[in-house]
């Protein structure tokens, strides 16, 4: 085998016609992300004239209101607007129950004549962009109303939450199971389409620099940071079911650290890649109800400056929640590369600043013969990822400060992207929308991921469900409880302070 052929060189390939079949067409996330990636997908040239989109949802709407709609939502989300009306031409709208078999006659019917119309080839993408609940069932009747059945591909693709635990995705799975393949099936984890997550493979093992030193050898630990500025908003219904750690922790967090920790793949195929990951988290040290404190802390916003709610007094919420709205914690890893290694991980609502980092700390040398002024210790090589705001990856090295013999001063070698989309989740949508229509199911959730990650989540839910915490435990606009510095100082490390990790900054 050629190893420079690149087996992603068979990904490329042109995106197929499709008719994309959305449920929760009038919902939030179509709004904001789902229309404006796909206007992005046919400005770029990657929706042939093949392809056309039924929206679906209970209101009574009619073509020219959907079309209206979602010129609207791109017209708000990008100052570029051409060819918008040939665009929004290929919409079309039908209410719908997702309960009643004649809705699906109904789209059956308006399908069969799309595909006629626009020559899709029987290819059909199922957007399922609503709550979890309507899941099972829509999945049923895709089936048993005859809208899978064409001569090609028919794919569902699905928001998250899946389950709120391991049982409950269990059953959902086995619902959506009946009527889809598990090739078929693609489960959205948005921070998989980011660009820099998908960086994490290049930077592992398109370097001859880092994956030597990808070990307990060479790293004291991983710190992998997501805070948000903002609060719940309006979804304090949802959340309090919630809470950060399943918002959060059981998909994108443990997905981060999956690729983190995760062995090399034998191809960037989807299956190998999976297949790593997968092993990746079957060597997760599992927690118990007895040691999930000792490895997860948890925190919930009080009020805060500038007349900022805590958590009780939103919307929707109890004002005695014992919901989280920040999660710390310490995964290790039970295998040969990583032993000894911890991962911290940390999520919050009302922090400081929007950002999301991985920092890898690399090990003291073994013998410091340089020194810094005023006595202050030579800092260890770091890696940062920059996932969002700014995209990038910054070294942190130690350098012979100029005219002082014996001397360093920490320098920075900075990579930025530029000139992306400062909340970078319109392109991550973009990317995974084109992925699902050309059938790369890489930077989706496989069900083994899925499953194996709530079983490791289930027991500090459990543990927290049953233990009254005594939030509020930090102000909004604040970086967190104490209890999470307190996490790594007992392993003898500190998070590294954002502020500090910034790309362009140098010391
Ligand atoms: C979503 C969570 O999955 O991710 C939200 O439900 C969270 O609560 C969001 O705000 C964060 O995504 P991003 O891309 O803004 O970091």
């Known amino acids: 085998m050629n190893l420079k052929s690149g087996v992603r060189n068979v990904k490329q ?6 008719l994309t079949i959305l449920f929760g067409a009038t919902g939030d996330l179509a709004k904001r992300k789902l229309y404006p990636s796909l206007y992005r997908l046919y400005r770029k040239g990657h929706l042939s004239s093949g392809f056309a989109v039924i929206g679906t949802a209970r209101r009574e709407w009619d073509n020219d209101i959907f079309r209206e709609h979602v010129k609207k939502s791109v017209m708000e989300s990008t100052a570029v607007q051409e060819q918008i009306d040939e665009f929004i031409s290929h919409f079309y709208y039908l209410p719908h129950d997702v309960s009643d078999s004649d809705s699906y006659v109904a789209l059956r019917t308006l399908a069969n004549d799309l595909d006629n119309k626009y020559a899709l080839g029987g290819n059909r993408l199922f957007y399922l962009a609503m709550a979890p609940e309507f899941f099972g069932t829509i999945a049923d009747h895709l089936k048993e109303d005859g809208l899978t059945d064409t001569e090609g591909f028919g ?10 635990d391991l049982p409950s995705a269990q059953e959902l799975n086995e619902q959506i199971r009946r009527s889809f393949d598990e090739k078929d099936i693609y489960r959205i984890d948005h921070y998989l389409g980011k660009e820099m997550v998908q960086n994490i493979e290049a930077i592992r093992f398109a370097n001859a620099l880092f994956e030597p030193l990808w070990n307990n050898r060479y790293i004291s630990n991983i710190q992998i940071t997501s805070s948000e500025t903002l609060g719940v908003e309006e979804r304090g219904g949802y959340y309090e079911t919630s809470g950060a750690l399943k918002d959060m922790v059981q998909n994108h967090m443990l997905q981060m650290v ?15 890649i999976r297949r790593e990951k997968v092993r990746a988290f079957r060597s997760m040290r599992p927690l118990t109800l ?3 404190n000792d490895y997860f802390v948890r925190g919930q916003y009080g009020p805060g400056e500038d007349g900022m709610l805590g958590y009780r007094e939103e919307l929707n919420v109890n004002p005695e929640s014992n919901t989280e709205t920040y999660v710390a914690g310490k995964v290790m890893f039970d295998n040969f590369r990583w032993a000894g290694v911890p991962f911290y991980i940390r999520t919050g609502k009302r922090m400081p600043l929007k950002s999301t980092k991985i920092v890898v700390q690399f090990k003291d040398i073994p013998m410091n013969l340089y020194y810094r002024p005023d006595d202050q210790e030579m800092e260890p090589n770091l890696l940062v990822i920059h996932i969002q705001p700014e995209e990038g990856i910054t070294l942190h090295l130690n350098a012979k400060r100029a005219g002082h013999q014996l001397q360093t001063t920490p320098v920075k070698l900075s990579y930025a992207n530029s000139g992306v989309d400062v909340m970078n989740t319109p392109e991550a949508y973009e990317k995974l929308i084109h992925d699902a229509m050309r059938g790369d199911s890489t930077n989706f959730t496989h069900w083994d991921e899925v499953a194996l990650s709530w079983s490791f989540v289930d027991v500090i839910a459990e543990a927290w469900r049953n233990e009254k915490a005594a939030f509020p435990n930090y102000p909004a606009g604040t970086k967190g409880p104490k209890a999470s510095d307190e996490l790594l100082e007992k392993d003898g490390f500190f998070w590294w302070p954002m502020n500090m990790l910034d790309v362009n900054i140098c010391n």
């Open 155 to 164: 794919r569902l693709v699905i928001e998250k939450p899946f389950g709120h």
């Open 258 to 272: 999956s690729l983190l920790a995760m062995e090399p793949p034998i191809s960037l195929q989807d299956d190998d």
């Open 13 to 18: 390939s042109e995106t197929p016609s499709a």
């Open 290 to 292: 007895e040691t999930v």
